[in-house]
């Protein structure tokens, strides 16, 4: 199986702050990641496919990056509304998520 | 408009077997590339993927939990179902189902989701 593990587990951040999100794939995945958002008590939603390419109407703020087993999420100046649990998941063989990422305010 | 809803019992008794139920509309299983997913979130922790169904049939699992699950669609209800055998209170969660559809060359991502039902076992 893929093991996909993200860091940090968790960060603290301000309004306007630039985060970045760092997942790895136990082997390569080609581009085969996307990210998702979660808000508590709401089920998650698409944000980046294919490791780069913004879901529909997802704000630009939001970018992925990354090929082979090293990828990352930003978002360039973090909105109150950013504020939530982001996971990886990778598609290249089989399904796996990351462990998530929960971006608090600081 | 693709929605998903899941139903299924909200309590079960360790040892059991759970039946959940993915009802969609807006689009059909028996397209080509179409796929819908179960995934499952225990309290405060983190997403964990399921099985899925495909539009030819084809169906995968979790490796950790392939022994207990079973995955069947019904493309005339647009119904997907999973049941679960002899749950325990780990298994306690949110379990929800999304589509999966093609987003980018042979790339797939859940690009629906349902509401999720909370699921609880315990005696």
């Known amino acids: 199986d893929i093991q996909m593990t993200q860091s940090p587990s968790s960060l603290s951040a301000s309004v306007g702050d630039r985060v970045t999100i760092t997942c790895r794939a136990s082997q390569s995945i080609n581009t085969y990641l996307n990210w998702y958002q979660q808000k508590p008590g709401k089920a998650p939603r698409l944000l980046i496919y294919?490791?780069?390419s913004l879901q529909s109407g997802v704000p630009s703020r939001f970018s992925g990056s990354g090929s082979g087993t090293d990828f990352t999420l930003t978002i360039s100046s973090l909105q109150f509304e950013d504020f939530a649990s982001y996971y990886c998941q990778q598609s290249y063989i089989s399904l796996t998520f990351g462990g998530g990422t929960n971006v608090e305010i600081k | 408009q693709v929605t998903l809803r899941e139903s299924g019992p909200a309590l079960v008794k360790p040892t059991q077997t759970l039946t959940l139920t993915c009802t969609f509309s807006g689009f059909s299983l028996t397209t080509s590339g179409m796929c819908v997913s179960w995934i499952r979130q225990p309290p405060g922790k983190a997403l964990e993927w399921l099985a899925r169904?495909?539009?030819?049939?084809?169906?995968s699992y979790s490796t950790s939990l392939k022994t207990r699950l079973t995955i069947s669609k019904d493309t005339y209800r647009n119904q997907v179902v999973l049941t679960m055998t002899n749950v325990d209170p780990v298994d306690t969660a949110t379990y929800y189902c999304?589509?999966?559809?093609?987003?980018?060359?042979?790339?797939?991502?859940?690009?629906?989701w349902g509401q999720g039902t909370t699921v609880t076992v315990s005696s």
């Open positions: 169904v495909d539009w030819d049939d084809d169906r």
């Open positions: 294919a490791a780069s």
């Open positions: 999304a589509r999966i559809s093609p987003v980018h060359n042979s790339n797939y991502a859940m690009d629906v």
